[in-house]
């Protein structure tokens, strides 16, 4: 398989995953009270925080399966499980639960750079991707998508400006679908493979 095609087969998923669109709307209502330079702070700590969280993960995460005895398939089958879970919760009512978060400098670290950016979504995709593609293109796709994080949130104002509120939710949602639809698929792969 081509590496192009490859590399975008890791990345799409954990795209949808991570939704940087679809957290936009709760960084804006969160930094909404702070200044320049406080956006700036707090944006920085949230990709740290998402940046060691994933690598973190994505380094240790199979041998913490090896130490606790859990193989990839049963880990893709209660990962996609947790993904629906987090789909469907997404899709119903997500939003307004997000949107009573308190502003706070802290907000950095949590909840925007977990569980928001680095959540069980984006880890339990990770783990997938690195058993079915290996750690470089995961780790590869992973960097582009913490990119496209840093830069959607460094634009976040005019982005929510151009699309709306709405708007944004509204794709929140399309991405929602599609999590749940790479969580059933997940279940079904780890069934398979168990099979």
């Known amino acids: 398989m081509e590496l192009i095609s490859i590399f975008s087969l890791a990345f799409i998923p954990l795209f949808v995953a991570m939704e940087p669109l ?54 893709q089958i209660a990962g996609g499980i947790v ?25 950095g670290v949590v909840p925007i750079g977990t569980p928001l950016i680095a959540g069980p979504a984006a880890l339990t995709t990770l783990v997938m991707l690195n058993d079915l593609y290996g750690f470089a293109i995961t780790a590869s796709a992973l960097a582009v998508n913490l990119f496209i994080v840093w830069f959607v949130f460094q634009w976040a104002e005019p982005i929510v400006k151009r699309i709306g509120e709405n708007g ?28």
């Not at 629906?84 to 802290?106: F, H, K, T």
């Not at 929602?176 to 780890?190: D, K, P, T, W």
Request: proline content about 2%.
């Open 168 to 195: 944004a939710r509204g794709i929140s949602k399309v991405i929602s679908l599609l999590l749940a639809a790479i969580a059933v698929m997940m279940i079904r792969r780890g069934i398979e493979g168990i099979f």
């Open 83 to 107: 993904l629906l879970c987090i789909a469907i919760y997404d899709i119903v009512m997500s939003s307004r639960a997000r949107s009573e978060l308190q502003p706070d400098y802290g907000v």
């Open 22 to 75: 679809g957290v936009l709307p709760v960084y804006v209502s969160l930094t909404g009270g702070l200044e320049g330079r406080e956006k700036r702070k707090v944006l920085f700590y949230s990709l740290v925080t998402a940046t060691i969280i994933t690598l973190g993960f994505l380094v240790i995460g199979k041998a913490v399966f090896l130490a606790l005895g859990i193989t990839v398939k049963d880990f």
